[in-house]
């Protein structure tokens, strides 16, 4: 059971330009969400977060936008940079639950473009 | 001066051994984590410590067996290793089970059982 889904397996973008990553989940009993970046033979790096009594966070060239609604977050990320290309994956949780266990969706590859 | 480290990085053996991975962090942090990353790329917790004490222990088989000697290393043993298990392994840490949402990761182990 997927309870957090990343529907694109990868995505390109031109430098400079915005790269939107989507990420939606099931499960009504996640509160909180956080992007994790992840490059080739390393470990993934947290990102970003959002609480779900929020409907945006940003934090430089990254914005987390979160739609309770429709059960779906987005990161955009503005201007891209090469630097920027690497595996991101979404994850949530039910923050202040008996374990605050992570839950990962499978990650998209972004590859930006000089 | 790596933050969470782990041994091997790369671990080839052949079906019915038995070995294991070793993860330390020298965070100082309280909770570690180990996580399995399939040939889908799923990434899933398998467990958690929280100054020594066994927090989550997902559906894993008993062949997985987790031990932490102290708060800064948490270390995987696999019996009789099945050809499921190759994978790629990440240790995890975060300062406590609050902050468990940022979560370092070590740069993983792969598993290759032939």
Known sequence: DQQVKQNSPSLSVQEG?????NCDYTNSMFDYFLWYKKYPAEGPTFLIS???IKDKNEDGRFTVFLNKSAKHLSLHIVPSQPGDSAVY???AMNYGGATNKLIFGTGTL????? | DTAVSQTPKYLVTQMGNDKSIKCEQNLGHDTMYWYKQDSKKFLKIMFSYN???LIINETVPNRFSPKSPDKAHLNLHINSLELGDSAVYFCASSQDLITSYEQYFGPGTRLTVT
Do not use: D, G, Y
């Open chain 1, 17 to 21: 330009r915005i790269s939107i990553l």
């Open chain 1, 50 to 52: 959002i609480s779900s």
């Open chain 1, 89 to 91: 994956f979404c994850a």
């Open chain 1, 110 to 114: 972004l590859a930006v473009q000089p």
């Open chain 2, 51 to 53: 100054n020594k004490e």
